[in-house]
Every structure is written in C-alpha cells, then in structure tokens.
C-alpha cells in the first residue's frame, strides 16, 4: 500500500482512497462536462471508475477529501515525476460542491505536506489551456505557468495545448 498519510485542514480530513469513495466521486467521474478536461472521456460505471482508481501499475497516491459530516468532497493526488524530489499533482472536487474553496484549501495542505513534511523540491501540474477554473486555482496556490506545450495531448475531445505550472519549495 502506497504511502496516504492522514491530513487535515479547518473543514476537511484527507484520508487514503477506499472502495466506498467510488459511489460519491462517480456522479462527477460520469459527466461529461465534468470531465472535458480530462486525458479520457467521462466512466460510463462504478466498476470501471474503481479499476481506474484503484489500479495497482498507477505509481501516484490518492487522497480523499471528506467534510466533517464525512461528505466525500474531491480527489487529490501526488504522481511521482522524473526524477526524485518532483511530484506531479491532481485535484478534482465533486460536482454539487464546486465554488466552495475545497480544492484551494486541500490543495494547500497537501502542498505544504509534500514540501514540509515529504521534503519535495518541486511540484507540477498540466492544465488544458481552456480550464480556466484550474489555472485560477494553481496560480492563487502561488505556481507559475512555466511552459505552453501546444499540441501536446490527444485526449476524447481531440489534440490539446496545455500549460506546464511548477512551484518550487523555496518560493
């Protein structure tokens, strides 16, 4: 088992991915708008959202992010980059609770775990450059879009440009 240390914020816990978690993140998962932005088209079941999730070759680590009613809230992951010291990160928010400032403040706990506690140097992120509502969030976490990569990925909704945002520990 991967390494999810438990994280807490004013409003939420981060705790380790469990099979319960699916049915709450698959109305999101399952949208189509939802997952515009996303490297495949939007789970057409649980099943195939959990073999997703949960699959064991994924080299990354997921936390979940629950209220204090225990509301699963988001999903938000560290993926080891290409070399050591350098995580990749990912965050999606439920649906029906978007607008709220879930990302930006579990982003901002598992951002300062990485650096604080994990030692990491850098961490990245890749944006579609039409998610306006993602490069917002990474930009008030104090990233800076480092790279246009155009035409970089070909995804459901076709070949897509994306920005390459970094975040170094010592900024």
Known sequence: MKDVPLLQTPRFILRPLQRE???????????????????????TSETELWDWLADPDWTGRTWIAEDQNGEVVGRFVAVPAHEKGIEEIGYVTVMHRQGEGIAHECMGALVA???????????TAEVDVDNAPSVRLLERLGFTREAHLREHETTHIGVRDLYLYGKLARS
Do not use: I, V, W
């Open 21 to 43: 978690d699916c049915a709450a993140l698959f109305p999101t998962f399952a949208d189509k708008q939802q997952n515009l932005y996303m490297s495949r088209a939007e789970f």
């Open 113 to 123: 775990h990485l650096f604080d506690t994990e030692g990491m140097r850098k961490l």
